[in-house]
């Protein structure tokens, strides 16, 4: 009867198997480090830093300054000289064309796009009164503006949307004015017209 006897080529070095272990362990290790430091995008996905968006917005290229102007709960202000108080916030003050290009070596840029954008970033209860200010006019013509109210936190859901026309300089008009409870939830909102800014320069 035959006997087979293995090499020393086939036996199992613990040596070797430690090593080999040991490699595919940093390996899984590199992997998931960088898993986490590139996570793959996600579609879709709201930034939860506001709760509430609000936009205000104008046709493009026209060269008139608009303002939004909004009121919180306990009679807090802002407004592009006080663009945060509390939880809200103007995160973009928008002069028309007036602060919409730059010069880049040499060659003048122009964004277009007429928005402001006001953020609230808490679910303060009570009432918000939302303004617009037809600040400076440059060719006398009447502008339409558009609002949008989104709930933004945990996804988004459009709540308010309207068109405004401004006539002349210096005319203000409440957008819309919404109230807040004590669970968060947004009720009635309405446009019943309240002035911020002539109150405010008096």
């Known amino acids: ?20 272990n040991a490699l595919l362990t940093f390996t899984f290790l590199f992997l998931i480090a960088l898993f986490l430091l590139n996570p793959p995008a996600k579609s879709g996905i709201i930034d939860p830093k506001a709760e509430f968006l609000m936009t205000v917005s104008w046709p493009d290229n026209n060269p008139n300054d608009i303002d939004v102007w909004a009121q919180g ?29 730059q010069t880049l070596d040499g060659v003048e840029i122009k964004n277009p ?7 609230l970033r808490g679910r303060t209860p009570g009432e918000y009164v939302i303004n617009l200010h037809y600040y400076k006019t440059e060719d006398q013509t009447p502008v ?34 919404f109230t807040i409870d004590g669970n968060g939830k947004v009720g009635e909102i309405n446009k019943l017209q309240k002035s911020i800014v002539k109150a405010a320069k008096q």
């Open 113 to 119: 796009l007429n928005q402001e954008v006001l953020t």
């Open 73 to 101: 709960p306990g009679g807090q202000q802002v407004w592009f000289m006080r663009p945060q108080d509390g939880l809200m916030h103007i995160d973009r003050d928008d002069r028309g064309l007036a602060n919409d290009t």
């Open 144 to 177: 339409a503006v558009n609002v949008y109210l989104a709930e933004v936190n945990p996804k988004l859901k459009v709540l308010h949307y309207a068109t405004v026309t401004l006539n002349t300089e210096g005319d203000e008009a409440t957008a819309m004015r």
């Open 1 to 20: 009867m035959a006997l087979f006897k293995h090499s020393s080529m086939d036996e199992v070095d613990p040596f070797t198997d430690l090593l080999f």
